[in-house]
């Protein structure tokens, strides 16, 4: 079923998940959803019911609808381009009726199922597209931290961690908007990256010693921390855990998917304890918290 709805949530939170991840966006009328673009069509019927809505570049955005709106959409696992599943042996993107919570909703289902089932899991909110937010006329990081404090989530010891592409926003955060939580700084590819990032540099020794004086910890891409040899293509250390470490760095790497398994690795199990026990990661962003927990009992954290 759609990774963005309550549904999923509640299964990731059965299968055994830590923490589960909310990538927030703003509506038209400024309030916080969890989806996972700031775009609609490929991930719910928008198209269908609000066909005149796109803007001249022929996409859907989420800020161009009011939270009521949003409401009458069904949303649906993600499709590509051409309208077919991106993981065609997930929950058909057909069938169900499946909504868009805001942050506020899917932190308290969260803590209703920890009283219900006696298990805390804590939350990992993605502030998304901070930059293109403000262009659009909404700040959206403070609303953010508003919602959190709101709901409990204001000091270091709390069960959160609050992540961003954007390494200048990451930054404010933490010494603008004076925010305690702990916070990842998320690494992509130069190029599609967020605000002038130089992802590049972050993942040099000296970008990472920068990172900790306002971060507790980094997500990179998986193919970040590592390489294949060309001997016999077995994979290699590309050196940036052991450096983030050095630098007192946490690493959370994503995404870890049964069904999309990394290049140089041949099973799910052995992809996760190769991470895990070559690597020593400290925690990861994955579609499948069951299949990582078995994957794990032999390779703890």
């Keep these: 079923m759609p990774e963005h709805t309550l549904a999923a949530k509640a299964l990731a939170f059965g299968m055994g998940a830590d923490y589960l991840e909310q990538d927030v966006v703003a509506t038209r009328d400024d309030r916080l959803v969890v989806l ?20 001249d570049d022929g996409r859907f955005y989420v800020r161009d609808f009011d939270l009521g709106e949003l409401r009458t959409l069904n949303v649906h696992e993600r499709r590509n381009a051409r309208g077919s599943a991106v993981f065609g042996r997930r929950f058909p993107t057909e069938l169900g009726g499946f ?16 009283v219900s089932t006696g298990r805390a899991v804590g939350i990992y909110p993605e502030i998304k597209a901070p930059a293109w937010h403000r262009k659009e006329g909404i700040d959206i990081s403070p609303l953010v931290l508003r919602v959190l404090e709101a ?12 992540q961003c592409f954007d390494a200048g926003e990451l930054r404010r955060v933490r010494q603008e908007l004076r925010s305690d939580l702990k916070l990842v700084q998320l690494i992509g590819e130069n190029g599609g990256g967020e ?9 040099r020794p000296a970008g990472l010693r920068q990172i900790a004086r306002y971060a507790d910890g980094i ?4 193919g970040q921390l590592y390489t294949l040899a060309d001997i016999d293509g077995h994979p290699v250390s590309s050196g940036l855990v052991s450096a983030a470490h050095a630098a007192g760095l946490v690493v959370h790497p994503y995404t870890f998917r049964a069904d ?14 190769w991470f895990v026990t070559a690597l020593k990661i400290d925690g990861m962003f994955t579609d499948f918290p069951d299949l990582t927990r078995l994957a794990t009992a032999r390779a703890a954290f």
């Design 36 to 55: 996972h673009d700031i775009h609609l069509e490929r991930v719910s019927d928008v198209a269908a019911r609000f066909p005149s809505r796109h803007r």
């Design 260 to 273: 999309a398994l990394a290049n140089g690795f041949g099973d799910y199990r052995e992809m996760v304890d």
């Design 219 to 222: 997500g990179p891409a998986l």
């Design 151 to 162: 709901q409990g989530f204001c000091k270091r010891s709390d069960p959160v961690f609050l």
């Design 99 to 114: 909504r868009i919570p805001t942050l506020e909703e899917e932190i308290e289902m969260i803590r209703g199922l920890a």
């Design 195 to 203: 605000a002038g990032t130089d992802y590049e540099e972050l993942q």
